[in-house]
């Protein structure tokens, strides 16, 4: 019974699922509109439950002094800064000139931004070392990638306003971006789809059973 | 010098850049700028070292991993000083977007979800400024909301940002009546399929904890049939896909959107189905918003750095293959 009854929670939420997308009246609507307010609910104790966690493994790092406890310290640190402090601020802790604010715009948002920013560096190396003219497939993949970087910005077009029209560098940038690469997207949605499809059907069906930890 | 001391180095440089700027943007002094002739000498300069580094390459020496890092620095920090102003060629997806804004008749219902947080803000940012002056200034209403919880906080900041402007303010738009926040929704699409019959069973209360049925602008907002057109700026999951798949295929609901960079490839096939009313694509995405608005804001000014990144990138791609041709594919021939 342990596996059985979540396999018919499972086989009735999904099968109800599909039939109330293509039959939005009552009781399908109903249901619908229930199983979402569930969802926002689970979700809501979900990041609750993933905040404790996080302390618990932060805590626990830095008690035992592992590998790089430092950061987990400061994980403790940072969360139980912005927890008093948007507590001890009520209700309109997010209000301009609020602490809790000072620290999004002044601590949150740099640190943020820093760390996305560290992707330039990649990207740049990255393109140094990997796109090389290796083969057929990757010249291809350089001219494409040359068009468009070169293309999407305004030097591009300062480097190709002498030519007509519809032959300029953002021209060649957008017709890469509208057909083969549209088209490749349209492939890759289409597999993808597919496999969430069938993988749905055998969860819903009870064949794929390694969502309750089992694998008959 | 060992690896910490340099470390540290980099560290206290990266401290001391950071409180400049801040006190920099505390005291209110305006930007500092290069004059035209340094900015000049600045490109020369880079564009030599970068042929340099060509022939030293087809010489056989091959540069460091570090050196492709200070470039690229470079290439993003200089530009914010310069003053060089570019012709931004206009994409058809970003000029759709801005038609069916101004398409819209005055009082119009807008609702934009901000599914992004800081890290996504140099490229959304922007857009979402340019998007709401827009609406302000064709006097639509906005519905602001968020399925990522800094999204409301990201649209408050971009609310204060467009209300510096004083033709904006000299509209005397009033909260609850000409925009609102409604703050953030946990249930990622479930959110989106909910909101398709009720607004208010997922937003009870705006940002402000105001009752939904108080707030002059949504209290005759039932679900997506009373909204006219909407925007999703969106970083990742959940975000555009998943608005497209639900409020637009499922509720007909009209949607432009606003995609970071790397995520708008993505969208392009939703576009070119008639799915999406007009695309913004990073950065570019941005400054053309802009250009085609007549509103220069950050996302012009930071293209200038995208630019040099961008010739940059593509130099040291340049000298990649060179290096290749010169050592890799050579040796490999001769193995075969």
Known sequence: ?216 | MSTRSKELIVLGAITLFALIFYLGKVWGRGTFEFPTWLSAVVIAFIGLSLLWVLILTLKGQLIERRVVFIYVAFAVALPLFMSFSQKITISPEVYQLHEALMELPAGSKVLISFDYDPPSAPELQPMAESIIRVCFENDLKIIVMGLWPQGPQQANLALEKVFEDSTIRAKNLQYGRDYVNLGFQTGNEFVIQRMGSSFESMFSSDYEGTPYKEIPLVRNVRNFSNVDFSVNLSAGFPGTVEWVQIAVDRYGLLMGAGNTAVQAPVMYAYLNAGQLEGLLGGMSGAAEFEAVAEYRAKGTKFMLSQSFAHVVVIAFIIIGNVAFFRSGRKSKLKGN
């Not at chain 1, 035992?64 to 969360?79: L, M």
């Open chain 1, 1 to 216: 019974m342990r596996r059985e009854i979540p396999l018919l929670i499972t086989a009735i939420v999904g099968i109800g699922f599909v039939i109330q997308y293509f039959i939005p009246h009552w009781p399908f609507s109903k249901m619908s509109d229930w199983f979402s307010d569930w969802f926002s609910i689970v979700g809501a104790c979900a990041i609750i439950l993933g905040a404790l966690n996080l302390m618990k493994v932060s805590v626990e790092k830095t008690y035992r002094r592992k590998e790089d406890w430092g950061y987990a310290a400061v994980i403790i640190a940072s969360f139980l800064l912005m927890t008093i402090i948007g507590i001890a601020e009520g209700r309109g802790f997010r209000n301009p000139g609020t602490s809790f604010d000072w620290l999004y715009n002044y601590v949150y948002i740099p640190l943020s931004a820093t760390m996305f920013a560290i992707l330039a560096f990649f990207v740049a190396s990255a393109s140094y070392r990997a796109f090389r003219a290796r083969n057929f497939e990757a010249t291809l993949l350089l001219i494409a990638a040359f068009f468009v970087m070169i293309g999407r910005v305004p030097v591009g077009h300062t480097l190709s306003s002498f030519m007509p029209v519809g032959w300029q560098l953002s021209d060649l940038a957008s017709w890469v971006m509208n057909y083969p690469q549209t088209a490749g997207q349209r492939a890759i949605m289409i597999g993808i789809g597919l496999g969430i499809v069938s993988t749905s059907l055998r969860i819903i069906l009870g064949l794929e059973r390694a969502h309750i930890g089992g694998g008959k």
